[in-house]
């Protein structure tokens, strides 16, 4: 029997619902727990993996070609076993429907395209986890992030954790399964880890510094670091090479991003390539304690939560300077460049550079390259002429909201 080919395929409503953080790539991308959608699902339903993207981010990320017999999954439906079992079973012209949307389907891609099966399942409320808006993101992080690290972890050794660090709570559950895995390379000394409310994840070469203060669930993604005396609660995720100080409460950084020094970021969703200055603080909570309202793209209007705690949305490729400040759910759009006292608008359009108190400018394409390409080039991961056409596209649509 030949390998299964499966379609991870987004649709421009989901794509729109996740904007700004899915301008830069598939949803499948999305770190959501230890790894992202897409490893999980190549972990739990194995066969041979692409994408099907938006438009205008298939040169990057390619297209899967013709086909009669692929399984096609939602970029934006949470990997859990039991879904992965009821996708596996699916028969030639079948597909599942959940809360309204087509989370998976087997055939051609035509029938996809036309929403036309030979029959749908609708699968009961409370089976399937679908990601549909940037908030569900820290909502589902917790959950996901002890989901894998019992994979991740399954028959493994960790590294030994050195005498030099506190742990407050059992470091093994009742199967005698490890709650603090160390991965070959890393450093933990002189921390104090909480283990009572969920597992530590240490990736390759990451570091936990002297003094800081981590709780469960956490993971800490190869060569990322957590600095001296800070103080980390949930559920959070660090990906690869972040540098993260100050408090940091049930966040979600995807990767290569920096907020190092002091400062408050919680329920919170942060991109590629962004940095937090020293003493930048994101307000998680209104002072009159109502429901949030947050920026949607589709709508290009707030729109109303049930949450009572939303922090700040960053995309990639932005920045906060010293000292700034953030309102409850701000949403801040690619290449924005802040600076300044006071607080800026609660939803920042992409290619913006300012203050609150002299106001925003346009940052031309020429001068985003030239800075993306600085930063980039410290991790030896080049901008290519990919990257570069998604980027002209985000900037055609950002006039649109500015």
């Known amino acids: 029997m030949s390998e299964r080919k499966i379609v991870l395929f987004d649709t421009e409503q989901t794509h729109g619902d996740l904007l700004p953080l899915s301008y830069t790539r598939p949803i499948a991308d999305f770190r959501v727990g230890i790894r992202t959608l897409r490893e999980v699902w190549e972990d739990l339903l194995p066969g041979i993996y692409c994408y099907r993207p938006v438009e205008f981010q298939r040169e990057k990320f390619g297209t899967c070609g013709a086909g009669d017999d692929m399984f096609f999954i939602a970029g934006n439906l949470l990997p859990q076993e039991g879904m992965a079992e009821r996708i596996a079973a699916l028969q030639p012209g079948e597909a599942l429907k959940y809360d309204g949307q087509i989370v998976a389907y087997r055939g051609g891609e035509e029938k996809l395209d036309a929403e036309k099966f030979d029959k749908v399942w609708a699968l009961p409320e409370g089976v399937a986890v679908i990601i549909r808006y940037p908030f569900d993101i820290f909502l589902n992080n917790g959950e996901a992030l002890k989901a894998d690290f019992a994979r991740i972890t399954l028959g493994r050794h960790s590294q030994a954790l050195p005498d030099s660090n506190l742990v407050i709570g059992n470091p093994v559950d009742a199967d005698g399964n490890p709650l603090i895995f160390i991965e070959e390379g890393a ?3 002189g921390a104090t880890l909480n283990v009572k409310d969920g597992p530590i994840y240490i990736g390759k070469d990451a570091v936990v510094m002297e003094g800081a203060c981590v709780r469960g669930p956490l993971a800490l993604l190869p060569h990322a670091q957590v600095k001296m005396g800070a103080k980390i609660y949930g559920a959070t995720t660090f990906g690869p090479y972040c540098k993260i100080g100050g408090e940091v409460q049930n966040t979600v950084i995807f990767g290569y991003s920096n907020k190092a020094h002091d400062g408050y ?21 209104k002072n009159d304690y109502s429901k949030i309202r947050i920026w949607n793209y589709p709508r290009h209007t707030f729109m109303r939560t049930d949450l009572q705690f939303c922090g700040l949305i960053m995309a990639d490729h932005s920045k906060a300077g010293i000292n700034c400040m953030f309102n409850t759910a701000t949403v801040v759009g690619v290449g924005v460049n802040l600076h300044g006292a006071g607080f800026p608008r609660v939803f920042i359009p992409s290619f913006l550079e300012g203050s609150p108190s002299s106001g925003m400018t346009d940052v031309s394409l020429k001068k985003f390259f030239q800075i993306a390409e600085r930063v980039m080039g410290r991790r030896n991961i080049p901008l290519t002429e990919s990257d570069r056409k998604i ?6 649509v950002a006039s649109s909201y500015k």
Request: hydrophobic share 45%.
């Open 187 to 189: 450093e933990v000394e």
């Open 265 to 285: 970021l919680g329920n919170a969703v942060i991109g590629e390539w962004c940095n937090l200055g020293a003493g930048v603080n994101a307000s998680n909570l």
């Open 391 to 396: 980027y002209e596209r985000v900037f055609e």
